[in-house]
DNA sequence: CGAGGCATTGATCTATCTCAATTCTAGTGG
DNA sequence: CCACTAGAATTGAGATAGATCAATGCCTCG
């Protein structure tokens, strides 16, 4: 069966010349020559692979390409720019939004079909990876039951999203679609004030679950989930994990079992905002994320993370983090930090 | 059938003679020498009601019903101390622990048996009006499936238990028993910091569930609950609770919306913790008392109270409440509170 | 190797806590 | 029924942790 390819382009001379490569390549081709159809013909034909301009009228390509990722069926689509100029910011703009390729017009025949190419075979490759690793999540596995068994299976059968770092996944607003699966790297959630501040109120980390407290509130999501750095996940629609939940209760206990532990860690972290000393927040902070890091005592991280994790302003944070450094508890190295005592950050007094 | 009585006295004479008065009533009387055995028969034979020295060697009065309360089989039984002297101090103490009478030694067969038989119908009573008061919760009920049917029978066929205000449901710590449904009057959960200050983490009212969160992690509660008002709730023991989530999944995604709800409303409050200022904290917790109050802009509350819902000290409360006054927000006079301008305090700037 | 963004450091300011002294309130005993 | 008292609420004065504003230094990445 041969592959599907979108192009949005608002150029007919244009659109309709790399149509005919393609063609002649042995693709299956759609046209779209505005933003909004193309994002309407995306979502009725879920091609494998989508060519979008950037420079159009109404919706531009950043436009095509944010709801493109707001649409389940959609997201995980691999997407490439065309663009006239290849300017710095726009490219830069573009893949931190989640594009996975540049072309700079004027481009040749070879150019276009290689990165097709390229991507294609990359993204059925991540796909087959993913997939593999996915029998041996641990997460909802450690039960021997029906429900989860066939949960996984909903799992291997889905399409994988990649993220890129600082890339969102949802914003405080959406409609929940489902729940994310994450497979690889992390993804934070984090809640605004009314000011502007943020507030880090979740890390999530491969086999963790996100959004499951948005799935059942007919609401939209409370909260914003950006990936702290370059991350995939799996995103299992709503409608699917209900029909399960309806039909396996063993399922809907894992589930509770998660929501448990993220209200025993909320309020953990209430009472620490509540009464604690900004020293002793940020050696948790620092405890807290040493755990979680791969390699145990040795991460990178912004100031300005480390802010909103403990709630306090990123001077606070700078001054605290050379007191620890004087005192011999950590090493630091612009945004790396080095854990050398971690007994006694657990034991930080107020 | 005849009502059985325990009664538990180290002193021999006593306790022959006042069983021998409860045997010629129609009485079948259980007897223990001391408190240990006494809570033992307590858990084996579960009597109707139970008399019990406050004065005894080894484990006392209070250690008796302190242990009886933390068994669902014996939290709900009635509950009457015997003491030599009517001191004020043990008779409140016995009291707000949840004892439901007092008798003072040496009392004769008429006080003996009328206070029995007045608590025993009292019980009777209460256990009729909330078994009735139960077939229309709203909670769970407004599902049509089998399983929230099944669950309100469970319900209707559970023993009642009252508390009294500032007694203790259960403290950090204690194994959890099973979850709670509120019936009446109004329970707060807490956490302590290490230095003793206190944070309210929730409030529940009538046909909310309280301890859903532990129910499913197989570890010691991590948070005090805490009557704020006289109440009365009923224990849903873990294994029904359990069994009943396996058979039927609507109840598992009754208590998944429960769960996500209490998220919802704990990262609320953690945003507000760390970005507000003291003045909107207050007002807020105004806010959220005034849509739970009964009387909807009127309620009784000590800054104590306050202090630990927004997380700041008492007198710091005192001042913002009286100007909040000045500025025509609020009434006040001793603990009472009353709400003039809801709107204003709604939007009050940091 | 140059620029723009992070990180650090310094100086000030202030919201809130603490400690301490009064005043008020509600429940108890006579 | 009223005076009394312990606990709760208020008010005042002072101390301080941490935010904010501003200037400078240092990576890093293109």
Same mark, same amino acid.
């Given at each position: 069966?041969?592959? *599907?390819?979108?192009?949005?382009?608002?150029?007919?001379?244009?659109?309709?010349?790399?149509?005919?490569?393609?063609?002649?390549?042995?693709?299956?081709?759609?046209?779209?020559?505005?933003?909004?159809?193309?994002?309407?013909?995306?979502?009725?034909?879920?091609?494998?692979?989508?060519? *979008?301009? $950037?420079?159009?009228?109404?919706?531009?390509?950043?436009?095509?390409?944010?709801?493109?990722?707001?649409?389940?069926? +959609?997201?995980?689509?691999?997407?490439?720019?065309?663009?006239?100029?290849?300017?710095?910011?726009?490219?830069?703009?573009?893949?931190?939004?989640?594009?996975?390729?540049?072309?700079?017009?004027?481009?040749?025949?070879?150019?276009?079909?290689?990165?097709?190419?390229?991507? /294609?075979?990359?993204?059925?490759?991540?796909?087959?990876?993913?997939?593999?690793?996915?029998?041996?999540?641990?997460?909802?596995?450690?039960?021997?039951?029906?429900?989860?068994?066939?949960?996984?299976?909903?799992?291997?059968?889905?399409? $994988?999203?990649?993220?890129?770092?600082?890339?969102?996944?949802?914003?405080?607003?959406?409609?929940?679609?489902?729940?994310?699966?994450? /497979?690889?790297?992390? $993804?934070? +959630?984090?809640?605004?004030?009314?000011?502007?501040?943020? /507030?880090?109120?979740?890390?999530?980390?491969?086999?963790?679950?996100?959004?499951?407290?948005?799935?059942?509130?007919?609401?939209?999501?409370?909260?914003?989930?950006?990936?702290?750095?370059?991350?995939?996940?799996?995103?299992?629609?709503?409608?699917? #994990?209900?029909?399960?939940?309806?039909?396996?209760?063993? $399922?809907?206990?894992?589930?509770?079992?998660?929501?448990?532990?993220?209200?025993?860690?909320?309020?953990?972290?209430?009472?620490?905002?509540?009464?604690?000393? #900004?020293?002793?927040?940020?050696?948790?902070?620092?405890?807290?994320?040493?755990?979680?890091?791969?390699?145990?005592?040795?991460?990178?991280?912004?100031?300005?993370? /480390?802010?909103?994790?403990?709630?306090?302003? +990123?001077? +606070?944070?700078?001054?605290?983090?050379?007191?620890?450094?004087?005192?011999?508890?950590?090493?630091?190295?612009?945004?790396? #930090?080095?854990?050398?005592?971690?007994?006694?950050?657990?034991?930080?007094?107020?």
């Amino acid at each position: 069966m041969s592959k *599907c390819i979108l192009i949005i382009e608002d150029n007919n001379d244009i659109r309709e010349s790399t149509a005919e490569i393609l063609e002649l390549s042995g693709y299956q081709v759609l046209q779209a020559a505005n933003g909004k159809l193309g994002v309407d013909l995306a979502g009725q034909h879920k091609p494998d692979l989508i060519l *979008c301009d $950037i420079m159009m009228p109404e919706l531009d390509g950043y436009g095509v390409l944010y709801l493109l990722n707001k649409n389940p069926d +959609t997201a995980s689509t691999p997407f490439i720019f065309l663009t006239a100029k290849a300017e710095r910011v726009d490219f830069r703009k573009g893949m931190e939004m989640g594009a996975d390729d540049y072309l700079t017009k004027p481009f040749d025949d070879i150019e276009l079909l290689n990165a097709i190419e390229s991507r /294609l075979a990359k993204k059925e490759k991540q796909q087959a990876y993913y997939s593999r690793s996915l029998q041996n999540i641990e997460g909802l596995a450690n039960s021997s039951k029906n429900g989860t068994a066939e949960l996984q299976n909903v799992i291997a059968s889905r399409k $994988i999203r990649q993220i890129k770092k600082k890339q969102v996944l949802y914003y405080e607003g959406d409609t929940p679609q489902g729940i994310y699966l994450v /497979l690889e790297g992390s $993804i934070k +959630t984090l809640k605004l004030a009314e000011d502007g501040r943020e /507030l880090m109120t979740g890390l999530y980390k491969p086999d963790d679950y996100l959004g499951v407290n948005a799935l059942l509130l007919d609401e939209t999501f409370t909260d914003t989930a950006e990936a702290m750095e370059d991350a995939a996940v799996c995103l299992l629609p709503k409608d699917t #994990v209900l029909t399960l939940l309806d039909r396996y209760p063993d $399922i809907g206990r894992q589930f509770l079992k998660i929501l448990s532990n993220d209200i025993r860690e909320k309020e953990d972290q209430l009472i620490e905002l509540a009464y604690n000393s #900004v020293r002793k927040r940020l050696a948790q902070v620092l405890v807290r994320l040493s755990k979680q890091s791969a390699d145990p005592a040795h991460f990178k991280i912004s100031r300005e993370e /480390l802010a909103s994790m403990a709630g306090m302003a +990123t001077e +606070t944070v700078s001054r605290t983090l050379t007191d620890f450094k004087d005192e011999g508890l950590i090493e630091k190295k612009g945004a790396n #930090v080095q854990v050398l005592d971690l007994n006694r950050l657990m034991k930080m007094k107020n």
